[in-house]
């Protein structure tokens, strides 16, 4: 079958799997990350996040106030990714891949930089900034789903088995985020680095 200079017959064997390397890169640093939210709670609580509206000081944050509230974030975030993969399906048929990996890149550097902006007490967007990187991560997620396509002849099932394995693994992210944190890394500049993370993807667009 004759395909275009740009499709994959026109690739060498070696890029294809450069684009795989990468794509797994991507997929696990900014995908399902929200799913790693518990470890990155015990970040927030040390950072007293939430603490104030436990109505004795001395519990220490542990109430069911903030258990809530956090439970809440999580929550939000963990709907909004599956409606995320459902809305972007319908974009990405009908604009392609390139369109929804830059929408999804733009919703995970706002969603970014709004959570490193956020505090508890003056300004509480944690729920908006965990649904944009939720959302964010789903379409940046689906846009991978092309690469499958350049080995539809030899290894295309297992590249769409790493795709969806990466994106099991990306909660790793967050546990990361959390032995950060606990070394002395502020979760604004662990947050920040995601945004900057999130923009250099979009540039490889």
Same mark, same amino acid.
């Given at each position: 079958?004759?395909?275009?200079?740009?499709?994959?017959?026109?690739?060498?064997?070696?890029?294809?799997?450069?684009?795989?390397?990468?794509?797994?890169?991507?997929?696990?640093?900014?995908?399902?990350?929200?799913?790693?939210?518990?470890?990155?709670?015990?970040? #927030?609580?040390?950072?007293? %996040?939430? $603490?104030? @509206? +436990?109505?004795?000081?001395?519990?220490?944050?542990?109430?069911? &106030? *903030?258990?809530?509230?956090?439970?809440?974030?999580?929550?939000?975030?963990?709907?909004?990714?599956?409606?995320?993969?459902?809305?972007?399906?319908?974009?990405?048929?009908?604009?392609?891949?390139?369109?929804?990996?830059?929408?999804?890149?733009?919703? #995970?550097?706002?969603?970014? %930089?709004? $959570?490193? @902006? +956020?505090?508890?007490?003056?300004?509480?967007?944690?729920?908006? &900034? *965990?649904?944009?990187?939720?959302?964010?991560?789903?379409?940046?997620?689906?846009?991978?789903?092309?690469?499958?396509?350049?080995?539809?002849?030899?290894?295309?099932?297992?590249?769409?088995?790493?795709?969806?394995?990466?994106?099991?693994?990306?909660? #790793?992210?967050?546990?990361?985020?959390?032995?950060?944190?606990?070394?002395?890394?502020?979760?604004?500049?662990?947050?920040?680095?995601?945004?900057?993370?999130?923009?250099?993807?979009?540039?490889?667009?």
């Amino acid at each position: 079958a004759r395909e275009g200079k740009g499709g994959s017959a026109g690739m060498s064997h070696w890029y294809k799997w450069l684009l795989v390397t990468l794509m797994s890169f991507e997929i696990l640093t900014a995908t399902g990350i929200t799913f790693g939210w518990s470890a990155l709670s015990l970040a #927030l609580r040390r950072d007293r %996040v939430y $603490f104030e @509206l +436990c109505e004795d000081p001395s519990d220490k944050g542990e109430c069911d &106030a *903030v258990e809530l509230q956090l439970g809440l974030i999580y929550s939000a975030g963990a709907i909004s990714l599956p409606a995320g993969i459902t809305i972007f399906g319908f974009v990405m048929d009908r604009y392609g891949s390139v369109v929804v990996r830059l929408i999804g890149c733009f919703l #995970l550097v706002v969603g970014s %930089v709004l $959570f490193a @902006l +956020c505090n508890s007490v003056t300004f509480d967007a944690y729920v908006a &900034a *965990v649904v944009l990187i939720s959302a964010g991560g789903s379409a940046f997620f689906m846009s991978h789903f092309v690469i499958a396509e350049h080995f539809r002849h030899d290894h295309f099932g297992l590249v769409h088995a790493l795709i969806n394995s990466f994106f099991d693994a990306s909660t #790793l992210l967050f546990t990361i985020f959390e032995i950060l944190h606990r070394a002395g890394v502020s979760i604004q500049a662990l947050f920040a680095f995601l945004a900057c993370l999130c923009f250099v993807f979009a540039l490889l667009s």
